[in-house]
């Protein structure tokens, strides 16, 4: 089975820029959640989504969105970049909306880096 | 405020002995830990997880031991290899929506 998968792998955008990342799940897993890496604040919950909605969100501005297709792809948008938003960006997909007994497989990440 | 703390950033044991990573957390609301393994430049790969009904869960090397009056989990590997390098998360849920740990970065030495 093939894992989950992350485009692109790096981006370099400028301030102020919009920013779009894609993610296929593995597939039948029908939940996709996003996550922030950082080294300050660690792993951080941004939003997920399951059967195209979203259930939970983070506490992350409204710059952060997302959204989630019916073949469970998912992709996540920032826009009005901030230096702060240079990360690594992980998307981690399970077959349920629960972690029980089915816990997340996460992406390589896409290394944002904003100039 | 960190509601799952792992105080130590680094941790280094010789091969073959056990490694010891501790987490603590403070939202009772934590029902299922899980610890998490990563690599520089991969996402982090699922190793061992717990429910709060049990106080242990064994997988091979790994060990996780749940202590609920004192919050704290611990993952015991034993023996280590120089390939269980890396750096550990321990992650604690009610649902999918994880709280990470920092992480601790864990050296094995040949």
């Known amino acids: 089975k093939a894992g989950v998968t992350q485009t692109p792998r790096y981006l370099i955008k400028t301030r102020g820029q919009q920013v779009t990342l894609s993610c296929s799940p593995i597939s039948g897993h029908r939940s996709v959640s996003w996550y922030q890496q950082t080294p300050g604040q660690g792993l951080q919950f941004l939003f997920e989504?399951?059967?195209?909605?979203?259930?939970n969100k983070g506490n992350f501005p409204g710059r952060f969105s997302g959204r989630q297709f019916s073949n469970s792809r998912s992709e996540m948008n920032v826009s009005t970049l901030e230096l702060g938003d240079s990360a690594l960006y992980l998307c981690?997909?399970?077959?349920?909306?629960?972690?029980?007994?089915?816990?997340?497989?996460f992406g390589n990440g896409t290394r944002l880096t904003v100039t | 405020d960190q509601q799952v703390k792992q105080n130590s950033p680094s941790l280094s044991v010789q091969e073959g002995r056990i490694s010891i990573l501790n987490c603590d957390y403070t939202n009772s609301m934590f029902d299922y830990f899980l610890w998490y393994k990563k690599y520089p430049a991969e996402g982090p790969t699922f190793l061992i997880s717990i429910s709060s009904i049990k106080d242990k869960n064994e997988d091979g090397r790994f060990t996780v031991f749940l202590n609920k009056s004192a919050k704290h989990l611990s993952l015991h590997i034993v023996p280590s290899q120089p390939g269980d390098s890396a750096v550990y998360f321990c992650?604690?849920?009610?649902?999918?929506?994880?709280?990470f740990g920092s992480g601790t970065q864990l050296t094995v030495l040949p």
């Open positions: 992650a604690a849920s009610p649902s999918t929506q994880l709280t």
């Open positions: 981690a997909s399970s077959q349920q909306s629960s972690s029980y007994n089915s816990p997340l497989h």
């Open positions: 989504y399951f059967s195209e909605t979203q259930r």
